[in-house]
């Protein structure tokens, strides 16, 4: 069976299997226009492969295991601070106050 095809204004004569294959890429081609898809090919330059640009999320569960952990392990010991040093935590890594900053506040140097 002879397949024809039209292609850039030119009429192809294409065997049944060069037809499907032309048809499942125009169809590919319809989708992603249709789905607003971009080709990270598209993103190619001299310097850059495309897929080099998007970033890898991809979680590293070895490293979210262990950040578990330790956020458990701080907790904990945070419970075992007294007053004064749990405000001292508090205002240092939770609040960003700089050192001389504290200093200046609480009239306590290092």
């Known amino acids: 069976m002879i397949w024809f095809s039209l ?3 030119q009429l192809l004569v294409l065997d ?14 319809e989708e992603a226009i249709l789905h607003e ?9 001299d ?4 897929e080099e640009t998007i970033p890898d999320t991809v979680v590293d569960v070895e490293e979210q295991a262990i950040q578990s952990v330790m ?4 907790h904990k010991v945070l419970t ?6 749990c405000w001292l935590v508090d205002k240092l890594y939770f609040q960003g106050i700089s ?5 200046k506040e609480s009239g306590i140097s290092q």
Not at 16 to 29: F, L, N, T
Request: include cysteine; glycine fraction near 2%.
């Open 47 to 50: 310097e850059l492969n495309g």
């Open 71 to 74: 956020v458990e392990y701080l």
């Open 80 to 85: 075992l601070l007294s007053e004064d040093d």
């Open 7 to 9: 292609s850039h204004n």
């Open 99 to 103: 050192q001389s900053d504290l200093e």
């Open 37 to 45: 898809e971009v080709s990270c090919h598209a993103l190619d330059t």
């Open 16 to 29: 049944q299997k060069e037809y499907r294959e032309k048809r499942c890429q125009k169809y590919i081609r």
